[in-house]
């Protein structure tokens, strides 16, 4: 095997083999703070998932030390996130109608391998490529859905009630009526712990204000008694390591549906999450290498007990801002968990209800981000529309279908765009040689009598040759110029049908009286047009290199010549 090959295989190598002594102190550090906040979200997670609270620390230990020696990301934290967990909850709501826990974990491996398949088989055929196919204000419409429906899933647990699970709309009108009937001292308790996780951030931020809470709460339960009140806890967790989980291979016609949208958003959060905390020392990431290693490790981790895994931006950015230098932070993180698993699950088994839902509200509602919202709307309110719509569909129809709504939701606004492109008039800033689009900010510009300067930008093909033919036809006509100069400089290619147009468009213009002039065409596009019939009728002599030497010779032309 190559030395390349086996760096892509195994990242661990890049960073073991060129492991500097000063990086251990931070990265010891970072594993640790980070730890304090991973651990007690990871199980707060699992609650959301419907899955026992060791689940969460099953999917801290397996899943980290996995990609820690594949993936390519040195800071990313792998273990859960809140979208993983509302959606892997919804599809094993589907498929776990009782009470039977050994059925359920046979659900949840069943759910969790599949995601790690699909990982593994998109990494095969390279398909690392669809992470860019989500655009940006999709992805912030979509995370704050789906934070709007954690929220409202954990408010019972908040109110210490219990409600039958359905629709949003369902769901929010249900707790409504509920509020009447909620238990004080798991509200009190529920609002005690928010407040300290928000002090806690707001007025000492490095601390591991997760950990703190949790500790807080367990000894509430100890010295206080707040169980006698009716305050409902965690329960009893078993202590050791994770046993292994055997799937139940006839769920699989009935989980691959969900499943494959659990792997795409997987997938997407662990590359916005890694790419977001890169320096530009570390080496790039490598998105199939990314499927591979988080594939492997969800996998992996369906076997003992983990659900669904992937990056998650807080946890990263935790790790990232302790101080973490390689992934030996998150082999320390993991580390953490084992000691928790064998030696403190008595303790977290005391850990009220009320402050995992306390958590897991405070940290979801870090995914609503109006200030992003506000941004895209000052800079374009189509896209405005389009966070909006994948709020919307997550909200209104489910967690999976608000996947496939932000999905088509992105592949329409690309198609929208390539579909109309710009086609714009083209004047001269007086006194130089620079051409810009006309505009009501420069009226100054100068123009030419007779002479119409179009722009193109963007791929010419079959999907938007006859819009953007209509857009020129109707500029031809409002200027009737005697020459059409065509800037294709920012045009990279043209397809056959976009060729046709163009050499339609000649003809008839031609019969018009006017002529059409390319300018600035690129190597590609006049090789395509000397190969065709308008390369013969256009010859060199309508053909130039920019704007610039097309208005000099219209300009240097008799007027009955403007036209040549």
């Known amino acids: 095997m190559s030395a390349n090959l086996q760096r892509y295989s195994f990242p661990i190598l890049d960073w073991v083999f060129g492991y500097q002594k000063e990086w251990l102190r931070w990265d010891l550090i970072a594993g640790l703070i980070a730890a304090a906040v991973v651990i007690p979200k990871a199980m707060a997670y699992a609650t959301i998932a419907g899955l026992p609270v060791q689940v969460g620390l099953y999917t801290v230990l397996v899943p980290m030390t996995i990609y820690a020696v594949v993936g390519t990301s040195r800071p990313l934290s792998v273990s859960t996130t809140t979208t993983l967990a509302i959606l892997a909850a919804a599809e094993l709501g589907q498929v776990v109608t009782d009470a039977d826990p050994a059925f359920l974990m046979r659900a949840s491996a069943t759910l969790t391998l599949l995601v790690g398949a699909i990982l593994l088989l998109a990494s095969l055929l390279r398909l690392g ?78 601390a591991p204000a997760p950990l703190i809470v949790v500790a807080i709460a367990i000894a509430s339960v100890r010295m206080l008694g707040v169980k006698a009140h009716g305050v409902e806890t965690v329960g009893e967790i078993p202590c050791g390591l994770p046993s292994l989980t055997y799937p139940d291979f006839s769920l699989v016609a009935r989980l691959w549906p969900g499943a494959l949208g659990i792997a795409l958003m997987s997938f997407t959060e662990t590359i916005a999450a890694g790419r977001a905390f890169a320096t530009s020392e570390e080496p790039n990431l490598r998105p199939n290498q990314e499927l591979a290693a988080t594939g492997l490790a969800t996998a992996a981790g369906a076997l003992l007990g983990a659900m669904p895994s992937g990056g998650g931006t807080t946890q990263t950015a935790v790790n990232r801002l302790a101080g973490a230098r390689t992934q030996l932070a998150e082999l320390v993180t993991a580390a953490v968990a084992l000691l928790t698993m064998l030696f403190l699950a008595p303790l ?73 492109p710009p086609v714009r008039v083209m004047g001269r800033k007086p006194g130089t040689n620079v051409f810009r689009p006309r505009s009501k900010e420069h009226p100054e510009d100068e123009t030419f009598p007779g002479l119409l300067m179009i722009q193109l930008e963007g791929r010419v093909f079959f999907a938007n040759a006859e819009r953007i033919a209509d857009k020129m036809k109707a500029l031809a006509h409002e200027a009737k110029p005697r020459v059409v100069a065509l800037d294709l400089s920012g045009v990279p290619d043209l397809e056959y049908t976009a060729l046709k147009m163009l050499t339609d468009g000649e003809k008839r213009q031609r019969e018009r009286g006017v002529s059409l002039w390319l300018v600035g065409l690129n190597p590609e596009v006049l090789s395509v047009i000397q190969r065709s019939s308008l390369g013969k009728i256009l010859g060199r002599e309508r053909m130039h290199f920019n704007l610039e030497l097309a208005v000099a010779k219209y300009l240097a032309a008799p007027v009955s010549e403007g036209a040549v």
Do not use: C
Request: glycine letters at 8%.
């Open 348 to 420: 977290i088994g005391l850990m009220p209800e009320a402050t995992l839902a306390a958590v897991v509200i405070v940290y979801s509602i870090g995914l609503i981000k109006p200030a992003d919202f506000r941004h895209i709307l000052e800079i374009r309110r189509t896209e405005f529309l389009w966070a909006l719509t994948a709020l919307a569909g997550v909200v209104l129809l489910g967690t999976l279908q608000g996947i496939l709504v932000a999905i088509v939701v992105s592949l329409v606004a690309l198609a929208h765009q390539t579909a109309d």
């Open 129 to 206: 490529f669809i992470a860019n196919f989500i655009s940006e204000p999709v992805l912030i419409g979509f995370k704050a859905g789906i934070a709007l429906v954690i929220v409202l899933d954990q408010l019972p647990k908040l109110l210490g009630v219990h409600l039958p699970k359905g629709s949003f709309l369902h769901n929010l009108l249900a707790t409504l009526q509920a509020i009447p009937h909620a238990s004080l001292p798991t509200l009190a308790v529920g609002i005690v712990m928010i407040a300290l996780l928000v002090g806690i951030a707001r007025f000492f931020p490095r």
